[in-house]
């Protein structure tokens, strides 16, 4: 399998599972109110990151999937440290598999940033 073939299906995956987030925030599942409710947000918050998934989703699904990858890894980040400051590892009795789809598009997206780093606006250029 070629880097490039690797890059896209890395791109696919975390554009996937971040539509599947940012819909379940949309339609107002109650485990993602329950979170934004714990972590005091909701429901601006809930809004506003699902719109954010969105927007890198819909950036990674297209030929700018270099500007995707970066809203992506800054996006689980935040959720990152929300989960081991505020939620835990284990939300709503998942078994932590919610932590586990988060940690899944970290490295899908991590990946894409330093595959397609060359195509950053400010940032490639200089490397």
């Known amino acids: ?7 896209r299906a890395a791109q696919g995956i975390a554009a996937m599972l971040l539509l599947v987030a940012a819909t379940m925030k949309l339609i107002g599942d109650p485990g993602s109110i329950e979170i934004f409710v714990r972590l005091g947000m909701e429901p601006a918050g809930r ?19 270099a500007l995707g990858s970066v809203i ?10 929300a989960h081991l400051t505020q939620l835990g590892l284990v939300v709503n009795d998942d078994g932590g598999m919610l932590v586990a789809m988060l940690v899944v598009v970290l490295l899908c997206a991590g990946y894409v940033l330093v595959s397609r780093r060359k195509e950053i606006p400010f940032v490639g250029d200089t490397l």
Request: aromatic share 8%; hydrophobic share 70%.
């Open 1 to 7: 399998m070629t880097h490039s073939m690797i890059s």
């Open 47 to 65: 809004y506003m990151v699902a719109v954010i998934e969105l927007i890198a989703a819909l950036f990674l699904l297209s030929p700018f999937a």
């Open 72 to 81: 992506t890894v800054a996006v689980m980040c935040g959720a990152i440290i």
